[in-house]
């Protein structure tokens, strides 16, 4: 099983919109697949409950409750467990991160986003896990998968101790629309640029989880 923590230090993110569609393409490809929604504010838990299909199992947990969550997960033989964080307090974040054998920095191409982008890919970092930086919302007409609105955050962030994902979300109303009914926007509106983006962005972190070893769970974490 492979363990996937979506993060960010900054709501509004996009963070559960992430979780929830690559967790659904996860579904989609053949996979069985639990969403963990650690965030108090139940996004996620929100979304799927209106989806009308079969998709990801879900579970609503807290921090305390997340060793035995993907302890359950490994001997039910999932094969993804996807994790939506909260965006504070910093320890349960880091409990996330230490069980989780990849992680997602989802953040906005914007500059009031950069610092909380390279914090927390920082602590990514420091706490010994690999990951991505997801670039989501991005504002911008230019034809390219994942497009950034300034060329001086992307010198930024490529000093933020994770590497960039080749492949971010534009901004597109078909996200919302997708979300409001539990959907990822391959099903919502198939063969539309957000699917094409999504769909690469999967491509991409599959084949970057494929070939990970299991992470060993700690009984004690620390921030």
């Not at 965030?39 to 079969?54: F, M, W």
């Not at 927390?120 to 950034?148: D, I, M, W």
């Not at 597109?172 to 690469?200: I, N, T, W, Y």
């Amino acid at each position: 099983m492979k363990t996937i923590t979506v993060l960010s230090r900054k709501g509004g993110s996009g963070k559960t919109t992430l979780a929830v569609n690559l967790a659904t393409m996860a579904f989609l490809a053949g996979h069985k697949v639990l969403l963990a929604d650690m965030d108090p504010q139940r996004s996620a838990s929100d979304a799927l409950r209106a989806r009308q299909e079969p998709g990801p199992a879900l579970a609503e947990i807290t921090a305390g409750k997340l060793f035995m969550t993907k302890s359950n997960a490994m001997r039910e033989d999932y094969d993804f467990l996807f994790i939506d964080t909260p965006a504070a307090p910093e320890a349960d974040v880091a409990q996330a991160v230490n069980v989780a054998d990849f992680c997602l920095v989802a953040g906005r191409p914007s500059f009031l986003d950069l610092a909380p982008i390279v914090r927390t890919a920082e602590a990514v970092r420091r706490l010994g896990k690999g990951g991505l930086v997801v670039l989501n919302q991005a504002h911008t007409n230019r034809p390219e998968v994942a497009p950034v609105a300034f060329p001086e955050i992307m010198e930024a962030l490529r000093f933020c101790g994770l590497p960039l994902a080749p492949h971010g979300l534009r901004s597109r109303e078909a996200f919302q629309k997708a979300m409001a009914h539990g959907r990822c926007v391959v099903e919502q509106e198939p063969g539309s640029p957000a699917a094409r983006d999504l769909e690469r962005l999967w491509a991409h972190l599959e084949a970057q989880v494929s070939g990970l070893g299991e992470t060993p769970m700690r009984t004690v974490l620390t921030a």
